[in-house]
T-cell receptor
Framework: EAGVAQSPRYKIIEKRQSVAFWCNPI?????LYWYQQILGQGPKLLIQ????????DSQLPKDRFSAERLKGVDSTLKIQPAKLEDSAVYLC?????????????FGEGSWLTVV | QKEVEQNSGPLSVPEGAIASLNCTYS??????FFWYRQYSGKSPELIMS????GDKEDGRFTAQLNKASQYVSLLIRDSQPSDSATYLC???????????FGAGTRLTVKP
């Protein structure tokens, strides 16, 4: 079974530029998460989708971050304009609503450096 | 109050010893609990999950849950240098499938 796929793996941009990250969850997983993990900290939930609907985006900085999951499968996270403090790993994860107690599985992450 | 709290460490133990990692959580509605291991520069990987009060053993790992005290722990027996990593505690509320993570405890196992 293929895991959570993310791209790009690494991105360096200047502040005020924009960037987009893509995620393809495990096949059949209804729930998709985007986490931000700053070096030395635990993952912080940015947004959670169930199918193509948003369940929780309370910690998403909506003035600069946006995310969509139009067809209930792939998702895109965009940052525009980027700030220095956005430098972090952006982790996409997915989970099934059935069977394994809502265990979430992470992708390899997209590493963002804002200079 | 943070939703999920862990000691940041670092926790250092000698090879062969027992490493004990602790986590407390604030949401009494939490129903499932997870320990993830994260090596430097890598994404978190699941080690164990636990849903009921008591102990759950898997090889060298034992997870312990006490819902009344809102406390979950992970014991690593016969610690190995390869266990050196950051251990993340995660808590899930089934009502909204909302998974929250602690800041992680950095463990170093010295040969």
């Amino acid at each position: 079974e293929a895991g959570v796929a993310q791209s790009p793996r690494y991105k360096i941009i200047e502040k005020r530029q924009s960037v987009a990250f893509w995620c393809n969850p495990i096949s059949g997983h209804a729930t998709l998460y985007w986490y931000q993990q700053i070096l030395g900290q635990g993952p912080k939930l940015l947004i959670q989708f169930q199918n193509n609907g948003v369940v929780d985006d309370s910690q998403l900085p909506k003035d600069r971050f946006s995310a969509e999951r139009l067809k209930g499968v792939d998702s895109t996270l965009k940052i525009q304009p980027a700030k220095l403090e956005d430098s972090a790993v952006y982790l996409c994860a997915s989970s099934s609503l059935q069977g394994d107690g809502n265990t979430i599985y992470f992708g390899e992450g997209s590493w963002l450096t804002v200079v | 109050q943070k939703e999920v709290e862990q000691n940041s460490g670092p926790l250092s133990v000698p090879e062969g010893a027992i490493a004990s990692l602790n986590c407390t959580y604030s949401d009494r509605g939490s129903q499932s609990f997870f320990w993830y291991r994260q090596y430097s520069g890598k994404s978190p990987e699941l080690i164990m999950s636990i849903y009921s009060n008591g102990d759950k053993e898997d090889g060298r790992f034992t997870a312990q849950l006490n819902k009344a005290s809102q406390y979950v722990s992970l014991l690593i027996r016969d610690s190995q240098p390869s266990d050196s990593a950051t251990y993340l505690c995660a808590v899930n509320n089934f009502n909204n499938n909302d998974m929250r993570f602690g800041a992680g405890t950095r463990l170093t196992v010295k040969p």
